[in-house]
């Protein structure tokens, strides 16, 4: 205390100026701190959703991607043994049964090109439900209600083209 009083400083005040600190600081930290903490904090997660959320959209065009090539590649082996099988069998036959032949092979191969470009739009068009649902989902999760329609239906425009052009 004298050691104090010596260098002019009274011990009272400076008791008083310590609690005033602690208060402000206490104050501060229940009023600014915690709340800009926790606006970090959301934003964080809301963000961290949106890229996971990204990603799976991104794995399941993938996963669909592969489904259609394995579809249309069945289905083209399935044309080619059915055009086989009807070659083989023209050949060994008369004229007549070639001409049949002939007509039963046109006939499934129209018929084979119509069911794969059928099960092709189909599944496109799953998938542009599916990318559509999806990034309507993740612009409102990422964008909130701020993004109106006109927006929403861009950007389901934009990814349907990227979609096409891979």
């Given at each position: 205390?004298?050691?104090?009083?010596?260098?002019?400083?009274?011990?009272?005040?400076?008791?008083?100026?310590?609690v005033?600190?602690?208060?402000?600081?206490?104050?501060?930290?229940?009023?600014?701190?915690?709340?800009?903490?926790?606006?970090?904090?959301?934003?964080?997660?809301?963000?961290?959703?949106?890229?996971?959320?990204?990603?799976?959209?991104?794995?399941?065009?993938?996963?669909?991607?592969?489904?259609?090539?394995?579809?249309?590649?069945?289905?083209?082996?399935?044309?080619?043994?059915?055009?086989?099988?009807?070659?083989?069998?023209?050949?060994?036959?008369?004229?007549?049964?070639?001409?049949?032949?002939?007509?039963?092979?046109?006939?499934?191969?129209?018929?084979?090109?119509?069911?794969?470009?059928?099960?092709?739009?189909?599944?496109?068009a799953?998938?542009?439900?599916?990318?559509?649902?999806?990034?309507?989902?993740?612009?409102?999760?990422?964008?909130?209600?701020?993004?109106?329609?006109?927006?929403?239906?861009?950007?389901?425009?934009?990814?349907?083209?990227?979609?096409?052009k891979?």
């Amino acid at each position: 205390m004298e050691l104090l009083q010596k260098l002019g400083i009274d011990w009272r005040l400076l008791i008083a100026q310590l609690v005033n600190f602690s208060i402000l600081v206490i104050i501060l930290y229940k009023l600014l701190y915690k709340p800009v903490l926790k606006v970090l904090n959301d934003r964080k997660e809301k963000i961290e959703q949106g890229l996971k959320d990204a990603k799976s959209l991104g794995e399941e065009l993938e996963r669909t991607k592969e489904l259609q090539k394995r579809e249309i590649n069945k289905a083209k082996v399935e044309a080619r043994e059915i055009i086989e099988n009807a070659q083989d069998l023209a050949e060994k036959s008369g004229q007549d049964i070639k001409i049949k032949a002939k007509n039963e092979v046109e006939k499934l191969i129209t018929a084979a090109r119509t069911q794969i470009i059928d099960e092709k739009e189909k599944m496109l068009a799953e998938a542009r439900k599916e990318i559509s649902s999806l990034v309507l989902d993740i612009s409102e999760k990422v964008f909130g209600k701020l993004v109106d329609a006109k927006i929403n239906q861009k950007l389901i425009d934009e990814s349907v083209k990227d979609i096409k052009k891979k």
